[in-house]
């Protein structure tokens, strides 16, 4: 924000525009400072004369397309509102995520813990076997953010393995990604595989399934206990 006290210190500044935020767990600024870090890579990358014109008109078009985009994310409310009624009684949850989407994966889980108060952890999926394996059962409900990129298939080597130890999987995939549902494994398609910004897509699609757990457990949303939007200590 522009009256903010980092922004008065700094020389250097990007404004976000998102807006005020109310609430104490932030939704919108997270999805604009991604939006925003893409068009200052961008502007790097042009800079450095590595970005073609052709390219950099493609790019610009994907952005301005997102707002289409998550339009079409937030259609897929229901089948998310579903998921949250058998969240609702858990305790425990992990999240799996590789790559670029390993942030998202962190932010699935800050979002769980924040406002349901459910204990929630993220992992990047290569590590699963160092460790978090071992808290897998009927019990512990793994979300899986799967677009179809590069680590797909090493992402399904991950899931299989959750799988074959008895865990409940609830994965975020893209529709040409051929991961099907079936017993233990609950898939919702993304509406569109969006390339490097397919975090903003699968990320909206985690606040809303921790945004409804919270709503099914009837934790406050808005401002979640023991935590205020402005951090007065060190």
Not at 100 to 123: F, N, T, V, W
Not at 188 to 197: A, I, N, Q, R, S
Request: net charge negative; charged share 25%; aromatic share 6%.
């Amino acid at each position: 924000m522009p009256e903010s006290a980092i922004f008065l210190e700094t020389t250097l500044r990007f404004i976000t525009r998102a807006g005020p935020e109310i609430d104490v767990a932030s939704t919108k600024a997270f999805t604009t400072q991604l939006s925003a870090l893409f068009l200052l890579t961008l502007l790097l990358t042009k800079a450095h004369q590595r970005l073609g014109n052709e390219d950099e008109k493609a790019y610009l078009d994907e952005l301005r397309h997102l707002p289409i985009a998550v339009d079409k994310v937030l259609a897929l409310e229901p089948g998310i509102e579903a998921w949250a009624k058998q969240f609702a009684e858990k305790h425990h949850a992990l999240f799996l995520g590789r790559g670029r989407h390993y942030p998202i994966a962190l932010e699935g889980a800050l979002k769980l813990k924040e406002i349901s108060c459910i204990h929630a952890e993220a992992y990047t999926a290569g590590e699963l076997k160092h460790g978090p394996l071992a808290l897998v059962d009927s019990e512990m409900p793994v979300v899986v953010v799967a677009p179809n990129d590069e680590m797909l298939e090493k992402l399904k080597t991950n899931m299989r393995e959750v799988s074959a130890r008895g865990g409940q999987l609830y994965v975020f995939a893209d529709g040409d990604s051929a991961v099907q549902a079936s017993e233990g494994i609950n898939v919702l398609m993304m509406p569109e595989h969006y390339g490097l910004l397919s975090p903003v897509l699968h990320v909206v699609a985690l606040q809303l399934l921790s945004y409804h757990v919270a709503l099914v457990k009837g934790t406050d949303v808005d401002k979640p206990r023991n935590l205020a939007k402005s951090v007065t200590v060190e």
